[in-house]
């Protein structure tokens, strides 16, 4: 299949790296004009560019996409150079550090609620009249944090937690208006978040990600991105509210996270009811 988001308009915020990257390149390939959003520091004039050397379209925003005017902004960069907006993809978001609640700073906090929850709505705020308009669509990125939490990150899972239940609720008044609205939930992916060298995580950390989940590995961007495609377009035309896990099986994996538990939780409490028949049950079917 090709051209499956012909003479479509998309933002994706985050776009200049990581899952954003895959999900703007992926759409320029697939007919969409792009617009590559991201903050200042962002690699997001090198990604418009590459778009535009294999012959697609496609123009960067730079600015805090967490205030509501640089949001605006952004959508006028659309409209203004492409007449439209039918897609939003809110991917951008950030994982700042690893550390148990009472260590955890203040300063990751706030940076992670400015980035994955202001970000998500100041962008879908700013872009609903005109998706309105052309009875588009929006998708977030949520995580199976937001659906199990994570350890020693628990805030990161919170501001996810709250993206997965803001965008729920905003399919449901968005039903009104012709938009579709859906969440992806991504496992541990291929990016510099997942690696030590690059990323808050610790060697442990690293190993339980890639066992904790049914195959054994790291998600690619492009796996990611191909979810984000299918719901953006027309195919996905009887989806909205849906959380889409794309987690390698993590949220039904039983992995290794009990390697990790205190001794306390290990031992099982002595009994104080007389039982007789905790081992009985009807493990096949009888008569």
């Known amino acids: 299949m090709s051209n499956r988001l012909e003479n479509k308009v998309a933002i994706v915020t985050g776009g200049g790296a990581g899952i954003g990257e895959a999900i703007s390149k992926l759409f320029a390939r697939e007919g969409a004009r792009v617009i590559v959003a991201g ?25 805090d996409l967490s205030t509501l005017q640089a949001a605006k902004d952004c959508v006028k960069t659309a409209t203004n150079e492409y007449g439209r907006l039918d897609i939003l993809i809110n991917n951008a978001g950030t994982f700042v550090e690893t550390n148990m609640l009472e260590d955890f700073t203040e300063e990751g906090f706030d940076y992670m609620v400015k ?117 953006a377009s027309e195919e996905a035309s009887y989806v909205t509210g849906a959380l889409y896990m794309v987690d390698g099986g993590i949220t039904i994996g039983k992995g290794p996270i009990g390697d990790q538990a205190a001794k306390s939780f290990k031992q099982e409490p002595q009994p104080s009811l007389d039982l007789d028949h905790s081992m009985d049950g009807h493990t096949t079917i009888r008569e």
């Open 39 to 63: 903050l200042p520091e962002d690699p997001v004039d090198d990604v418009a560019a590459d778009i535009r050397a294999t012959g697609g379209a496609a123009l960067p925003f730079k600015g």
């Open 115 to 231: 980035n994955n929850i202001r970000t998500s709505f100041a962008m879908s705020k700013a872009a609903l009249p005109e998706l309105q308009k052309a009875k588009g669509n929006i998708v977030f990125a949520g995580s199976e944090a937001g659906v199990l939490g994570v350890p020693q990150n628990a805030p990161y899972g919170g501001t996810k937690g709250f993206v997965i239940a803001f965008a729920k609720g905003l399919a449901g008044e968005q039903a009104a208006h012709g938009v579709r609205v859906n969440i992806v939930g991504p496992g541990p992916i291929d990016t510099a978040w997942t690696h030590k060298e690059t990323g808050p995580m610790d060697k442990q950390m690293e190993k339980m990600n890639n066992q904790a989940n049914l195959m054994g590995r790291r998600g690619s961007v492009e796996e990611i991105a191909n979810v984000y495609l299918f719901l």
